[in-house]
């Protein structure tokens, strides 16, 4: 094999590694449950929370109802 193709070969290697990682960690990043906080109409701030891998979702009051509801979700 010349030198030229085996770092080629070997440079695909790399590339495709690093493709697939790339791949996995936005699968992975998919699957992470989502909080944000947003405004009511009277003012109020409520906290939002959806979990992409079972598709629930809430609107909650506090940030305890938050870690409540997160530590639910992944013990189901």
Not at 14 to 20: A, F
Not at 31 to 36: D, L, Q
Request: proline letters at 3%; zero cysteines.
């Amino acid at each position: 094999m010349k030198m030229q193709s085996k770092t080629q070969w070997t440079l695909l290697g790399l590339w495709l590694r690093k493709m697939w990682q790339g791949l996995l960690d936005g699968v992975a990043r998919q699957s992470e449950p989502k909080v944000w906080q947003s405004v009511d109409r009277s003012g109020n701030l409520r906290w939002n929370v959806y979990h992409p891998g079972t598709r629930e979702s809430a609107v909650l009051d506090s940030e305890q109802e938050v870690r409540i509801w997160l530590e639910q979700s992944f013990y189901r």
